[in-house]
């Protein structure tokens, strides 16, 4: 089965300095890979997505991920942070084929140093 | 364009009780999730449905937990008897449709059992 891991628990950060979220995934076959943010009393919102193509994704609000096949992570990086991206962030993935359930990982606590 | 809506937004029972939780997809979104989001975890899948049928309920407790999306619109999700382990966050989310298709996210109804 599909699987998640987000080593870190939180991840401090000065604002303006470099931002980088780590996951690393488990799948059989080819992953479908997600990035989420969750915002206090919030629901989770889409932040990108890699299906295929360019390592290089990129997304909403300054972030973007690089996909590693080799290393089986998704790092979600955002080159200068602000305080408004504290937050929590998910990582997920899904299988191609199987079934179509996403998993999410435990999630990273952001919090951004003004 | 109107979001993922869901009620109660909390709730607080006694253990034995049971309690009903609402969720409304966004317009012309095919496929609904629940998910349940316990403390410190990354959102688990409860039960997926395309349309008004059941695509994926292997992760739901049958013998306490019932959803139903009648007319492939609206959900509810029941829990009877509630244990106190069902302690937790209820997220609904919506997506056009299934595979790679990003979901959105309702704010979710936190559930306390005492």
């Known amino acids: 089965a599909q699987s998640v891991a987000q080593p870190e628990d939180q991840v401090n950060v000065a604002e303006g300095n470099p931002l980088t979220v780590k996951c690393t995934y488990s799948?059989?076959?080819?992953?479908?890979l997600f990035w989420y943010v969750q915002y206090p009393n919030r629901g989770l919102q889409f932040l990108l997505k890699?299906?295929?193509?360019?390592?290089l994704v990129k997304g909403s609000y300054g972030f973007e991920a690089e996909f590693n096949k080799s290393q089986t992570s998704f790092h979600l990086k955002k080159p200068s942070a602000l305080v408004s991206d504290s937050a929590l962030y998910f990582c997920?993935?899904?299988?191609?084929?199987?079934?179509?359930?996403?998993?999410f990982g435990k999630g990273n606590q952001v919090v951004v140093i003004p | 364009e109107a979001g993922v809506a869901q009620s109660p937004r909390y709730k607080i029972i006694e253990k034995r009780q049971s309690v009903a939780f609402w969720c409304n997809p966004i317009?012309?979104?095919?496929?609904l999730y629940w998910y349940q989001q316990i403390l410190g975890q990354g959102p688990k899948l409860l039960i997926q449905?395309?349309?008004?049928?059941?695509?994926?309920d292997s992760q739901l407790p049958k013998d306490r937990f019932s959803a139903e999306r009648l007319k492939g619109v609206d959900s509810t999700l029941k829990i009877q008897p509630a244990k106190l382990e069902d302690s937790a966050v209820y997220l609904c989310?919506?997506?056009?449709?299934?595979?790679?298709?990003?979901?959105?996210f309702g704010p979710g109804t936190r559930l306390t059992v005492t």
């Open positions: 989310a919506s997506s056009l449709g299934q595979g790679v298709s990003e979901q959105y």
């Open positions: 799948v059989s076959g080819n992953p479908y």
């Open positions: 890699y299906i295929t193509g360019d390592n």
């Open positions: 997920a993935v899904r299988e191609t084929g199987g079934n179509n359930r996403l998993a």
């Open positions: 317009s012309g979104h095919a496929t």
């Open positions: 449905f395309q349309n008004n049928g059941v695509v994926d």
